[in-house]
């Protein structure tokens, strides 16, 4: 009776939106990743260091960002449950990273290391599959990112945030949002 | 004789950089491309058109842009010789382009429709894995080019560009160097 009142893994489930699992599939997959729990404000990536380990969000927000010359913070991406985030290019090329990555609330995650992630996807066609589904969705979005940066005012670039990601918005800080937008605090309060 | 002069197949060298390829592997993945020859000027992909091709350039030069409601010209990406490209948004969820792809300087192309490009990824490890991989590094690419469109100047960005690819900007006239930099052409000359 407990085992049918048990959930599905919630990787299991995430996985399982692109292609089926079998139980055994899925404990082998599970035995490449590591729990992480981290506190609000503690970081997963530091700007300058070496980054061996890409998250899946179970729980909680983050934001990737950086810091110019002077001082003003830059949010290049925000993640929530069900997202994937490093600074991939650290991760892939095994260099420092150009970029931070914290914790905007209590965050419960599921880390795989560089060579774990290799060896799974080489072993696994199906979950090469998935992530290269996955990646093809971050390229796309990365893809719109630039197209509206180049394309639309804050305005509009606000506008299709609260379109796509109505729930990120009530969640994120304000100055936060400014920041992703590359608008001010009070600009924003007018949008 | 003849057997031992001729060279590799261009597509072949360039899937062998990330995984090698038995000569009946290759014949396969050959039997779902088609050889595209475009003149300068025309366009693989339309603004508000289907896309239903990926193409890998095998010669020439291409730029995918876009015109703002002013008339004004953006340039997303350049691709040359062994670079992929199509409206992957458009091309992946099979809705129309938001942008135009067309030919810089004559172009020799393979091209594939995206069933065969789902049925060869889906058939063969191998194909998943080594387009994994160059989506991964797309992806990458196009982070970097959020991170600079927000971190750097257009100095900074076009000698980026010029370390990167010196034979890009070697090809490429000036004015549409200018449309990817985002700034005159009046600015660029001074850069």
Same mark, same amino acid.
């Given at each position: 009776?407990?085992?049918? +009142?048990?959930?599905?893994?919630?990787?299991?489930?995430?996985?399982?939106?692109?292609?089926?699992?079998?139980?055994?599939?899925?404990?082998?997959?599970?035995?490449?990743?590591?729990?992480?729990?981290?506190?609000?404000?503690?970081? +997963?990536?530091?700007?300058?260091?070496?980054?061996?380990?890409?998250?899946?969000?179970?729980?909680?927000?983050?934001?990737?960002?950086?810091?110019?010359?002077?001082?003003?913070?830059?949010?290049?991406?925000?993640?929530?449950?069900?997202?994937?985030?490093?600074?991939?290019?650290?991760?892939?090329?095994?260099?420092?990273?150009?970029?931070?990555?914290?914790?905007?609330?209590?965050?419960?995650?599921?880390?795989?290391?560089?060579?774990?992630?290799?060896?799974?996807?080489?072993?696994?066609?199906?979950?090469?599959?998935?992530?290269?589904?996955?990646?093809? +969705?971050?390229?796309?979005?990365?893809?719109?990112?630039?197209?509206?940066?180049?394309?639309?005012?804050?305005?509009?670039?606000?506008?299709? +945030?609260?379109?796509?990601?109505?729930?990120?918005?009530?969640?994120?800080?304000?100055?936060?949002?400014?920041?992703?937008?590359?608008?001010?605090?009070?600009?924003?309060?007018?949008?």
């Amino acid at each position: 009776m407990k085992d049918l +009142l048990m959930h599905i893994h919630p990787l299991r489930a995430h996985i399982e939106e692109v292609l089926p699992l079998t139980d055994q599939e899925f404990d082998f997959i599970l035995s490449h990743f590591t729990p992480v729990s981290k506190r609000k404000h503690q970081y +997963l990536v530091q700007e300058g260091e070496l980054v061996n380990k890409e998250h899946w969000v179970i729980k909680g927000c983050l934001k990737a960002y950086f810091f110019d010359q002077n001082g003003k913070e830059y949010i290049v991406q925000f993640a929530m449950e069900n997202w994937w985030i490093t600074d991939y290019e650290a991760f892939n090329n095994q260099i420092r990273a150009s970029f931070s990555v914290d914790c905007i609330e209590d965050c419960e995650l599921l880390a795989i290391d560089y060579a774990s992630r290799e060896k799974l996807s080489s072993e696994m066609h199906k979950m090469e599959r998935f992530w290269a589904k996955k990646t093809k +969705l971050a390229f796309i979005a990365s893809q719109k990112r630039i197209l509206s940066l180049c394309r639309n005012t804050a305005k509009e670039r606000y506008e299709m +945030l609260l379109n796509q990601y109505p729930q990120l918005v009530q969640r994120v800080p304000k100055k936060m949002l400014a920041s992703y937008l590359g608008v001010s605090r009070e600009t924003l309060s007018r949008l």
